[in-house]
Structure formats: C-alpha cells, structure tokens
C-alpha cells in the first residue's frame, strides 16, 4: 500500500508538472521534456522534484563535475556515495551521488535543496535553459539536438570538445561546458556556471592568477576594486581580490573568434585554490560566467550527447546593471607596497591609513618586509604604472597625475634600465 501511494503521489507530481509546461506552451528545440523552473536571486536554476522519498528542489549546475545530495536529509556522511532510486527528474529514474552539506537558499520559500543534477548527468542529454520566457523552464532530451534546427532557429555553435563531454583533456580534466572570452587582445576558455549564484556584482568574473598576470603582460589596465568572497562546494568561505578592467570590453565568441555577446569593461575576481575545484586550481588562464550571463543570453542549449554548446544572438538581452559597476562617488586613496623579495601590492581604499595598512598586509603574507612606495589621498588625483621586463623580470614603478604620461614614463624608465622588452604589467588611478 505504501509503495502504491508512493507511486501515486509521483503520478499527481509529473502530471502536474507537464499540466504546467503545456499550459505555457513552451518551444523545445531537442525535443525534450520540460519542466519548470525557479531561479534564485542571482539568477541559479532549480528544478522541484523527488527523490528516495524526498521532495525538494535540484539545483540544475552546469559547473558541478559531480551530483550531489543533501547529506543531513539522506543521512549519509559527507563525501560519502550513495546510490538512489525514484528520481523524479526527466529521463534519469535513479543515480550515484556524493553527499554535501548544503546551505539554504532563501528564494526557495516552498521547500528546500535537497540535491544537485552536475555535468556527470548532464554529459548524457541534451539540454535547453529558457531564460526568455515569462516563466523559465528547461527541457531535458534523451537524442541529440538537431543541428539544423537549432542554425534555423538562429543558434550558433560553440564546439565543447576537449572541455565537456567524453573528452575533458584541455583545462585538466574538468568536465565543465564553455565559451571563450576576449579582453582586449587576450583570449581565453570561460566556465559557464549556472552554479555560480552572485549576491553581490552583478556580472563578475571569476578568474585565476594566470589569466590575470597574462592581461597585465598585455597592457590591459585593472584597477584595484577590493575585496570579496565567495562560498564553495563545502560550505567554506574564500576570500577574493577584485580587479575592475579600466577600459577594454569583453567579448564572448566561439573558439573560431565569432562574436557572439559584447559586454563593458568587466569586473574580475580571483578565485583562490578551493577543495571544490575551479579557476584557482588551474595552472593554466581561464574565468568563470556565473548564472547571471545565461539568464542575459536568454536560451542556452548544452547538447552533451554531440558535445556542443548553442547560443543565440538574437535572443540575447542587455545586462540589468553593467558588468563593471559605476566608479564610486569622489577619488579613493592608492598605496603600493614592496617587499625585500620584490614582490608590490597595490590597494586602494577610502582612506589613505586603510589603503597602506592593506597594501602592506597583502604584501607581507609570505614573511616579507615591506614598506611603503607611493600613496596618494583621496584629495589627491593619481595614477600609478609599473613596468616590467619580460626577460628580466625587473620592474619600474611610476606615478604622477596624466594617465598616459604615467605609462609613458613607467616604459621609457624600464627601457632605459637595459630592458629592451619591458610591458605594463599594472596601471591605475585613484578616481
């Protein structure tokens, strides 16, 4: 009797949700079915559904290499694997998952997270985000998309291999779908997350140190915009400095350099090492997009099954607010800091004893002694340039009041000192 009532609530349950999806008569380009779904308030899709005799909400992460469960609900120890029936999610009636302690999410107001769908589900559908309509869903397909389809309906390809689905070999194994990015004269692979569920600015990038270092090689100006953090997999807080892109725009393309999406200037934060994986751990340039750029692009298509990403210009809506904030009212203070190592932090803050105290804690984690080399108040106007040579890794720091002058100065110096191939590694102003 038990399991005949069970089986009628999951009947009520799935009929319910198809009463729903037809009502709207949503498109489904694959030919999947659709179920809707409820966005957090950054944006992070989740499905309710059951499961093991639990009903809840799924957050559905395209940048989770593994499913996961609520390890407290299924009462099984974190980190552990556990396998489960009754899925009530489309087309996967059972599966393996790895038990985590979740935190709450407060748009869920109707029922909890109790799981996670990863890519190690996802890699085996084709899979439709509908961000455009008045009510989101998704739609889940056991076959391939049609390619023809999809280029009439005005999609455009972004080849996943080496990325995501059976071949994972480009970015170390990490089984994660992509685009690529362009700053100014850089490119690189960028993670898409629907995972990545900001709270705070609103379009930032998550990035690592090498991405970062390869932009300041190419003379692309950052300004220090602070600092933030950022919670993972297990619940542990990592604290990230943010960068904000002085002039270039951004854009995203296919690996081929079509320019699918143009965005301003955008706001970069890098991301530590984290036990969850992502940028921080790779020893090569990337970035991650959060959820807020699917929800801007409007219909994303994730087809693992033919290892392919499609995105629609035409569908595409312009950011809410802009990726890189409006600069705050009136001038920061700006301090650098050099270690005996040769190491320099640059920081700014409100006031001039805050941006020294901060660029001398961050240069003297690794038990440096530093000291102080320039700062300008707020009531001051200032810009700082450091130069440095490519093959000798010395490094000329520079300030004055005109911006170009300023790097100008910084190159002419470097040069001057015998380093025939010197690059502004950093610039900035104080306003």
Request: net charge positive.
């Amino acid at each position: 009797m038990v399991g005949a009532a069970r089986a009628v609530v999951a009947g009520l349950l799935l009929a319910l949700l198809f009463a729903q999806a037809a009502a709207a008569k949503e498109e489904t380009l694959c030919s999947g079915i659709i179920v809707p779904l409820t966005l957090s308030g950054g944006h992070s899709p989740y499905v309710r559904t059951r499961l093991g005799g639990h009903e809840g909400y799924f957050q559905v992460d395209t940048g989770s290499t593994l499913s996961t469960v609520d390890a407290e609900l299924f009462r099984r120890p974190v980190n552990s694997m556990v396998l489960l029936e009754d899925f009530g999610f489309p087309s996967f009636p059972r599966g393996s998952f790895t038990a985590l302690k979740f935190r709450s999410v407060p748009n869920l107001r109707d029922g909890r997270q109790i799981g996670q769908v990863g890519t190690d589900f996802l890699q085996r559908r084709a899979a439709e985000f509908h961000y455009e309509a008045s009510a989101p869903y998704l739609a889940i397909s056991e076959q391939p998309c049609s390619a023809e389809r999809l280029k009439t309906a005005g999609f455009i390809a972004v080849s996943q291999r080496g990325y995501f689905g059976s071949d994972t070999s480009r970015l170390g194994g990490v089984n994660t779908p992509v685009v690529f990015a362009h700053i100014g004269s850089v490119a690189f692979p960028a993670w898409i997350d629907t995972g990545f569920d900001e709270t705070g600015i609103v379009g930032a990038i998550l990035v690592n140190e090498p991405l970062v270092s390869k932009l300041r090689a190419a003379g692309i100006g950052l300004r220090p915009g602070g600092s933030g953090n950022a919670v993972n997999c297990h619940g542990e807080r990592l604290d990230t400095k943010v960068w904000r892109v002085v002039d270039d725009p951004m854009k995203i393309t296919t690996e081929q350099d079509r320019v699918l999406f143009s965005y301003g200037p955008p706001v970069l934060a890098i991301l530590p090492h984290s036990s969850c994986g992502g940028p921080g751990n790779s020893k090569v340039p990337v970035a991650m997009l959060g959820a807020a750029y699917v929800n801007w692009w409007g219909t994303l298509v994730l087809d693992g099954l033919t290892e392919q990403v499609w995105l629609s210009p035409a569908r595409a809506r312009a950011p809410v607010q802009p990726a890189a904030p409006p600069r705050p009212v009136g001038r920061q203070a700006l301090a650098v800091a050099e270690s005996n190592k040769g190491a320099i932090a640059i920081t700014t803050a409100r006031t001039l004893e805050l941006a020294k105290s901060n660029a001398l804690n961050d240069c003297s984690k690794n038990g440096a002694s530093c000291s102080i080399k320039i700062s300008i108040t707020p009531a001051e106007i200032g810009c700082v340039a450091l130069a440095r040579n490519k093959g000798t890794a010395k490094y000329v720091l520079t300030s004055g009041i005109a911006a170009d002058e300023v790097k100008k100065m910084a190159l002419e110096q470097c040069r001057g000192a015998g380093g025939t191939e010197c690059v502004i590694q950093y610039f900035g102003c104080n306003q």
